[in-house]
């Protein structure tokens, strides 16, 4: 029996719970994995701790009626709850703060401390305390993971990281943020910029702040995720050259139409001689290209190896139930000892 706690209980969280319902025959069926989510906090709802189980459909419909959480009440804030509770896993799904990294690098810490796995698709402690949350999750034997900060639930970490663990990455380059490929895709059909990002925003892309996504903060954190995990190079965020979208107009949008090109927002990360290179940019891509094909909140990113030269990946990069579905992937990672 895994013991889940849930540090945020947002779309994520939500998005989280909602596939453990649904699918807790089948996993228990498929792979005998048994859970229990054990303890919940969240700003707006409260914590709640049951160390025998908490009612998912409760925390559900607590989220959904704007109330607190109605069961096992605790006046414990997060890294309270995080270290008294029995939870074996801890799944961080605060929201994300690029600058510091807080509260989720605390609350990370707090997990290690006390034994417990993390896993996240917060980008702060993946972005810029990587290599300390590893050194920590190793100290005590526990696992920090993270499929979830890059591609949602499109399982482009692990898949570098098993499958191709055979295989030096030389680079991997792609269009790494849903929001923004979403409102270059919505802003070619004709749609305005604002009316894209709000859009965006309704359908759970868009960060908190959406100016993380436009501005390219938010796939900038993924290419130092990429170049610290995959290359194990110790890019750090403000090493990544960055600009987003925000400069791109409906002519713009024209003119690569008129030279047969769409722009995307891509991200890459190369290694050189002496290191790695690591950029965020727009490009106009010709329309042959297979980057050109990839529309909507999708993502894709291309891995140039070694043994197999180059291979893709393309898939959902964000939304509540792939998000949702990023965290399972890793629960079912530890439950496998993977
Ligand atoms: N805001 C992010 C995006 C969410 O649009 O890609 C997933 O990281």
């Known amino acids: 029996m895994q013991r889940i706690a849930l540090v945020g209980f947002g779309t994520v969280g939500q998005g989280l719970c909602e596939i453990l319902q649904a699918k807790r025959g089948a996993l228990r ?47 414990w804030d997060a890294p309270t709850m995080i270290r008294e509770c029995n939870a074996d896993v801890v799944c961080e799904l605060a ?56 591609m949602s639930g499109t399982p482009m970490l692990n898949l570098a990281q098993g499958p191709l663990a055979g295989c030096t990455i030389q680079a991997a ?74 400069n791109i107009t409906p002519a713009e949008i024209e003119k690569a139409r008129a030279e047969k090109a769409r722009w995307k927002l891509i991200g890459a990360v190369e290694r050189t001689e002496g290191g790695v290179n690591a950029w965020v940019h727009p490009e106009m891509v010709p329309l042959a290209h297979p980057l050109a094909g990839i529309m909507g909140a999708t993502n894709a990113a291309t891995f140039a190896t070694d043994l197999l030269g180059d291979v893709t990946i393309v898939g959902p990069g964000a939304g509540r139930q792939e998000t949702g579905f990023s965290i399972l992937t890793d629960l079912l990672r530890i439950h496998r000892g993977a």
């Open 29 to 75: 069926a498929r792979y005998g994995y048994e859970f229990a989510v054990v303890a919940a906090t969240d700003l707006q709802r409260g914590t709640a701790f049951d160390p025998e189980g908490l009612e998912i459909d409760a925390l559900l419909a607590a989220a959904r009626d704007g109330q607190p959480f109605s069961q096992g009440q605790r006046d």
């Open 95 to 150: 929201f994300t703060d690029l600058q510091t990294g807080e509260p989720a690098i605390g609350h990370c810490r707090a997990a290690f401390d006390t034994d417990k796995h993390v896993v996240t698709s917060n980008k702060g402690p993946a972005a810029l305390a990587y290599r300390e949350m590893r050194a920590l999750a190793e100290r005590q034997g526990v696992q920090f993971l993270i499929e979830g900060t890059v």
């Open 173 to 246: 380059r792609g269009i790494l943020n849903g929001t923004t490929n979403y409102i270059l895709t919505q802003m070619e059909l004709g749609m305005s910029y604002e009316d894209a990002l709000a859009k965006a925003q309704e359908l759970g892309y868009a960060e908190a702040d959406p100016t993380g996504d436009v501005e390219g903060h938010d796939a900038r954190a993924k290419v130092t995720i990429i170049a610290n995990v995959l290359m194990g190079a110790p890019v750090a965020i403000q090493d990544v050259d960055c600009e987003g979208i925000t």
